[in-house]
């Protein structure tokens, strides 16, 4: 029998394909195993798959040191290669004398066939897939399965970009935006709860633009409204969601209705007006600052996590300041810090005003202290107070205690029994250690369902 691992690099949506893949895999009897940077010769392996991430130069470097690791650890494996960085530079890795076969986005669902008709033991090389032009490529829809790993399952309903901001590699490696045809997203919702999740993960690579493409044209408004009104799953988060796409809509939902986490990771990328132009972001500072202040004064206890690119060609010191007195000053409870760098392929990578990489790294710097602080402040506000948590079906490695996560997004450890595992629970949250690691108690220990949210006091 053989044996697979796998190392996946980037964002949720190459997750997901990767734990697809390994599900159609093990549908076959086929074990799949994470590859890990520790790993030894010694421990044979048949075959590993590196799902690559292009997404900043780092991520591409950081594939290529993973594709170079794994034959180190396993010099007798056939390495596949798949995923973004796979998709637009497969020349690239090609070359890389350690890479058996490179296979591009709209072909990574046939890798498990691929390694079915190519068996262990078998000398033969694998048979190269034709790299598919992505422009036009249809919705890959996954087969009807759930996460083997999480208690809360990402389901991916849109793949690609249609915006191409000018520092982004992604439409290109992902094709024009298509979304998974609704009644088939609201039944996959469904078969998640009926395998007895709690809640589901949405995700896609430009999640707001679900459904622009089907027929009739239908929203992720419209899906998640289902989704409340059908009772297909007790919670329903969104991965990330682009400013102008978060609609009234959506927030109406989410005021009325628990089924919706009140969690919102939006991309601000920057808070200069000339900078988001240059990027060719379709908003700016007021716009944003407006959406935020207009969640925050209607949802108090929402979690919002934002994404910030700082050094992008021709940041001036004022524009950085910028970009961090928005910050500073909304209600936001968490960032993400990409410092960034020229992308090959895209048009910020062509650009004049380029910032010297000392510079990033410092700026990067103060905007992540800003982004800790962020979190803490967020986290105090939460102190005491009663909400509920989706346990998980692990307990912490570290302190053995059951992990849980609430709707807007704090994770709380706890003492309890494992009959909570996989549960939704009224937990308490009790103290924040000076690690940043909250601790809670279970109100209710045992009780499966627990119907209201906090009641969350504004900061
Ligand atoms: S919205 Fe912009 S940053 Fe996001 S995937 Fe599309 S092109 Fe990339």
Known sequence: MSKIKIKTLGCKVNQYEAETIAEKLAQAGIQVNALHPEDADGDHVDV????TCTVTQKASMQSRQAIRRAKRAHPNAR???TGCYAQTQPQ??????EVDC??????KHLIPELIIACPAGQKKKLPPLPLQNQTNAKFDAPPPIISRHRSRPFLKIQDGCDAFCTYCIVPYARGRSRSMPFDEALARVGAIKAAGYHEVVLSGIHLGCFGQDLTPPRSLGDLL????VAQAIDRVRLSSIEPAELTDTILDLAVKSETICRHFHIPLQSGDDAILKQMHRPY???FFADLVTRIHSRMPDACIGVDTLIGFPGETDRAFENTYRLVEELPIAYLHVFPYSPRKGTPAGEFAGQVPAATI???TRVMRALGRQKRAAFYRRHLHLETRALIEAR???ASGRLKGITGNYIPVLLEGPDSCMNTLQPVRIEKIGNDGQISGRLSNPGTAHYQSEANCPSH
């Open 395 to 397: 307990r912490d490695r």
């Open 79 to 81: 390495i596949i290669v």
């Open 48 to 51: 590993c798959i590196i799902n």
């Open 225 to 228: 409204h289902q989704i409340t």
């Open 284 to 286: 700016d500072g007021r």
């Open 102 to 107: 490179v296979i591009g986005q709209a072909e």
């Open 361 to 363: 790294k410092a700026r």
């Open 92 to 97: 690239e890795l090609k070359a890389l004398e």
